[in-house]
């Protein structure tokens, strides 16, 4: 089986759910995980995972969870307080879909789920649970208010203010790049990396996490809203400060291949097969949507 | 140092962040946790770690946990897209201090930070791996979409419907009986405790839970806001069944009463002093705000 139909079908299995009386919450949840999103966070998990040893099975739980947690963050993202958007991935958001009330549960209830799946008694009989619980941990504390919640809070302070490089920078770092980076971290834990792989990885996630968000940021200027799956110009059309409004696209692709090229080298660190990561580095940094 | 004293100077220390550029995150989240909640769970999950053999303050992580969980589905839930409350515990709730986003977010980072503290390396050093990641999949699975979250959407979906008993019961038994007996059981768990204290443990949060909602809906129309804190008659004025509305002040008390008795009874099977855990399942009972 392909990784990615691995991610799939565990991500399928979590939130099989039905009959109950609130069985229209499992679904909100199924109909946002289900979305098509591009499972770049799982794949991590499970690359990193694999690059220090250990099966990719061992590491599912934890992929699916990052996957959770992102998903509940769209959910929240979407709702009328905050981005306002109505579209996600080409469908309706969850909340134009379930209402408000739902989708800002169903986003609650991925959260919990996340750390479920990292700790239930399934899990455990295959990783130890000083693992889990320290890859538990290193998800919840990336996640959280020093960490992508964080993120999106600075996001909303600088909404119509202008922001100077080191807050747009702290912000990306903490509102995307963290929970990558808890994604890739989550992987060597699992497989009981050393400190030395541990920083090499966590290396590896901010540049491509940065890289990631530089991109982002050029596409919703230089991009059409049916090759996005999502409205372009946002940025601009709500008066947003952006790596891109502050130093022009050029120069952000040329920020991101060179953050490319250090998180490839960061993982010069690690015996095994890079070239899974090498390649996603680069195609993060060249995708068009 | 009281117990009581000892809870609240741990969630204070656990939300002492400050000077960062989204300070006014956990200002929002201080706000909420310290607007001065009975701290009915902490108290629980602290109790039944000492009645099991084990120092209150090996549970203290999981104590707070519990309360961040608890806070974090107030704010969410006084949201407008919920119960759209601007009053909380007699004071202006999150939202209306710091906007519907920050109040979201806020919820948000603390159902992570309870994750966090329950498995920090400070937790570590004190509970082993096993019983902290047993605690911590317990609070995640019970405040959830087949636990506590599952019961707001229960709740939800009977908003202008009529709710027969086993609806309304269900909907309790999830929506608060669920961190109710999360809290009594991670105090358990932390401590060890063997296969029939866990079930004991399970049946008198069950039935505390169940009267303690009892109570909260009699109150509903018996109490006044100044007693309450909060506006009452709100079930009546929206129109919603409740145990009240089916079976009458008095039967809901009497109920009430014989879910008191049988949660004190559970508690023959532990050796230890149950003193505390009587008087406080006999104190939820008969309060009267």
Request: hydrophobic share 40%; aromatic share 6%; net charge negative.
């Amino acid at each position: 089986m392909s990784t990615s139909k691995m991610i799939e079908n565990a991500l399928e299995q979590y939130l099989l759910k039905k009959g109950t009386l609130y069985d229209v919450l499992w679904e909100s949840m199924r109909y946002s995980v289900g979305a098509g999103g591009k499972r770049v966070r799982p794949m991590l998990t499970l690359e990193f995972a694999r690059l220090c040893g250990e099966d990719y099975e061992l590491a599912i739980p934890f992929a699916c969870a990052v996957e959770f947690i992102h998903t509940y963050s769209l959910i929240h993202d979407d709702l009328p307080c905050m981005d306002d958007d109505d579209m996600r991935r080409g469908k309706p958001s969850n909340h134009i879909v379930f209402g408000e009330d739902t989708a800002l549960l169903a986003g609650d209830a991925l959260q919990s789920l996340a750390f479920e799946v990292m700790l239930s008694s399934d899990t455990l009989s295959k990783v130890s649970a000083d693992r889990a619980a320290q890859a538990a941990f290193t998800l919840a504390k990336f996640c959280g208010a020093d960490g992508m919640v964080g993120g999106q809070v600075i996001d909303l302070q600088y909404e119509d203010k202008n922001a100077d490089e080191n807050v747009i920078s702290t912000m990306h770092l903490l509102k995307t790049g963290a929970l990558i980076k808890a994604a890739c971290l989550m992987g060597c834990i699992v497989a009981g990396a050393d400190e030395a792989k541990l920083k090499a990885c966590e290396e590896y996630a901010e540049c491509i996490g940065l890289a990631f968000q530089l991109i982002d940021d050029v596409l919703d200027v230089t991009s059409t809203t049916d090759q996005l799956g999502k409205p372009v110009n946002s940025d601009v059309e709500n008066n947003k400060s952006t790596l891109v409004s502050l130093f022009g696209v050029e120069e952000c692709i040329k920020r991101a291949e060179a953050l490319t090229d250090k998180a490839i080298n960061a993982l010069d660190v690690f015996e095994g097969d890079t070239t899974y990561l090498k390649d996603f580095a680069l195609k993060l940094s060249k995708r068009r949507n």
